[in-house]
């Protein structure tokens, strides 16, 4: 009998290992918490933006298959990396957890893969979406931006279901300065100090060139405006800037001629010499296009950017 016993707490234990393996080989944190799949889930006791906004989402959990998400790391509106939208990004996390029913992919098998790929959130296509998904074993992807004002900013999110490009939810809030500044107070010192210079930075290029600061301003609220209007055509238009961004990091002079009037002398010259990279210009050109007609603003912020690339390369 006390052998068949001992023999029971032998198994037991060994099954509670391998458990255990399989959820760290899994790479996955979730909740131990069983509740019903429609059900709108306990809410997080929190009232800072991160525990609104998962509140909110969670309230959609009951159309996912397997609960399984992963948070990318919140961008500007035109998908450019945040100090403020990393730790915003771990905040959601946390929360989630503390929420229950989640079951959530770590954020750096997410950036992994996203590095592999040499994508980024702010221009992928629906196909690539599918693919991270396939990858990470996930049913949808929860991404969002982060958008600065004078006095206030505002915090966007999106639940995608990674099969069909769905958009489950879009969660919006609004803090004002005061705020803004309780929750970065609560900040760990190094973190804090993070977010504060990129805040500085922002004032700094304000004060140095309000011009540009100005028509920032007003581009990121026609972006806003178009988000909130028409998904498709912002997804669109953040695809092309975020390709303008790869032109700019790859090589500056491909930048400014992809950039240049279609009547310009060297894309005359080009149509002559190279007809198939003047469709691609030519292409380009088009998508550029819808940028100007969304964004005003943004067409003197690209010559303003021209004029600076112009600059630097007559220097060296």
């Not at 210079?197 to 540009?212: A, G, I, L």
């Not at 790869?246 to 002079?253: A, G, I, T």
Request: glycine residues 4%; negative net charge; aromatic residues 8%.
């Amino acid at each position: 009998m006390k052998i068949g016993v001992f023999f029971m707490m032998i198994i037991t234990v060994f099954m509670g290992c391998e458990a255990i393996a399989t959820a760290r080989e899994d790479q996955v944190a979730w909740t131990a918490q069983k509740q019903d799949p429609g059900s709108a889930r306990s809410t997080v006791n929190e009232e800072d933006s991160a525990s609104i906004m998962v509140n909110e989402i969670a309230r959609h959990l009951h159309k996912l298959t397997n609960k399984r998400v992963t948070v990318a790391d919140f961008t500007d509106i035109e998908g450019n990396d945040l100090e403020e939208g990393k730790l915003f990004a771990e905040q959601v996390i946390t929360r989630m957890l503390r929420h229950g029913g989640f079951r959530v992919i770590e954020r750096s098998r997410l950036n992994k893969v996203l590095e592999e790929k040499k994508l980024s959130l702010a221009g992928i296509t629906q196909e690539e979406e599918k693919e991270i998904g396939t990858l990470l074993n996930v049913d949808a992807i929860v991404s969002g931006t982060i958008v600065h004002f004078d006095d206030f900013e505002e915090i966007h999110a999106r639940m995608i279901d990674v099969n069909t490009g769905e958009i489950y939810c879009a969660v919006e809030h609004r803090k004002g300065q005061q705020e803004r500044r309780k929750e970065i107070a609560a900040l760990p010192p190094e973190e804090r100090q993070k977010v504060e210079k990129e805040f500085q930075d922002r004032e700094t290029e304000r004060k140095e060139n309000p011009e540009r600061y100005e028509l920032e301003t007003k581009h990121k609220e026609f972006l806003q405006q178009l988000k909130r209007e028409d998904s498709f055509t912002f997804d669109r238009v953040i695809r092309t800037i975020d390709k303008l961004k790869r032109f700019f990091d790859e090589n500056p002079r491909k930048y400014l001629l992809f950039t240049e009037p279609l009547d310009s002398e060297n894309l005359t010259r080009l149509k002559d010499r190279k007809p198939d990279a003047y469709k691609d210009v030519a292409k380009f050109n088009k998508e550029l296009k819808v940028v100007f007609k969304v964004s005003p603003p943004f067409k003197d912020l690209l010559q303003m950017q021209r004029e600076h690339v112009m600059e630097k390369m007559k220097s060296r």
